[in-house]
């Protein structure tokens, strides 16, 4: 009795622990990777725009106020200075004059003050927004485009960085890019071979020689990879072979993301044996994840004539 209440004890643990774990580690992550964020954009983004700004200051200050209205961190007292080249001299540091000596004593008063005020903590981070949004600003004219397409070419020249440069912004213009990859459609194709159906995002209609060459009308389908759906390949098919599901562009990549585990709610099959946690395999390639798209792609100038209407096989 006792081994069968600890063993139930046992399971329940495991059951309610994977249950929390599966709750709170989503939010868990995405507070940790704002957090981390947040981090990186403050060590090199705001810390160094308030340290330029610090010495902006200290450099303007004294050239436009009045000695009289001098901020309370501005004055050093020879007790100060004193004490400074003391500090130095137990530390074995090379002496100093009076003047950079006085300049190292006002920056760090300077730099207590500025710490001291949340406001101005933040002020870098404010400056860094404003000047990424001006730079947008700019780069966005006409001007500015031709310019900074001189400065990537200057850029793809560079040893190393060539190799690397080309890749990353492909990646930040495919997340924050206003010419991101414009899918239409989310569709299934028989690929990488018959009978194997696999999710892709319709982007249009292919290259004009190969409709030539096979003598049908044809669309481009992007098949993206788990769990980065941002690589992938881009295959031709017939646009018949290209066949419709009912869900949307974000519903399709998280299917994609997740492997297959995240399904829309809609398009989840039946279950195995009576097994909830098990979902029900179709009998035939496509029976259920294609019960509701049997109808292929459609040109927007109208129906492709040659559809029959269902997926066909490829003949190899």
Do not use: C
Not at 131 to 138: F, S, V
Not at 244 to 273: H, K, Y
């Amino acid at each position: 009795m006792g081994k069968s209440n600890d063993k139930s004890f046992g399971s329940d643990f495991r059951h309610f622990f994977m249950r929390g774990l599966i709750v709170l580690l989503p939010t868990v992550l995405t507070l940790w990777i704002v957090v981390q964020a947040y981090r990186f954009v403050d060590a090199n983004v705001a810390q160094p725009i308030n340290l330029g700004v610090q010495k902006a200051v200290l450099v303007i200050t004294p050239k436009v106020v009045n000695d009289k209205k001098l901020p309370s961190w501005f004055a050093v007292t020879e007790d100060q200075i004193t004490q400074r080249r003391q500090e130095r001299r137990k530390t074995s540091l090379p002496p100093l004059t009076d003047t950079e000596l006085r300049g190292q004593i006002r920056e760090a008063n300077f730099g207590q003050w500025w710490d001291s005020h949340w406001y101005t903590r933040y002020s870098g981070l404010f400056v860094g927004i404003v000047l990424i949004y001006l730079a947008g600003r700019m780069l966005g004219g006409f001007i500015g485009r031709r310019l900074y397409a001189r400065v990537e070419k200057l850029l793809a020249r560079i040893p190393i960085f060539k190799q690397v440069y080309p890749h990353v912004k492909q990646i930040v213009d495919f997340l924050f890019g206003e010419s991101q990859m414009h899918f239409s459609k989310v569709v299934i194709v028989e690929y990488p071979r018959a009978g194997i159906w696999t999710v892709g995002l319709l982007t249009g209609d292919s290259l004009r020689d190969i409709r030539t060459k096979m003598g049908k009308d044809i669309v481009s389908v992007f098949i993206p990879s788990s769990p980065t759906p941002f690589t992938g390949y881009t295959i031709t098919v017939p646009r018949e072979d290209a066949i419709e599901m009912p869900i949307s562009i974000e519903e399709a990549l998280r299917f994609v993301v997740s492997g297959g585990v995240l399904v829309p709610e809609r398009e989840r099959t039946g279950p195995i044996g009576g097994n909830p946690g098990v979902s029900g395999l179709a009998t035939e390639p496509g029976d259920e994840m294609i019960k509701d798209a049997r109808a292929p792609i459609e040109s927007d100038d109208g129906p492709d004539a040659g559809s029959p209407g269902g997926a066909r096989s490829k003949a190899g």
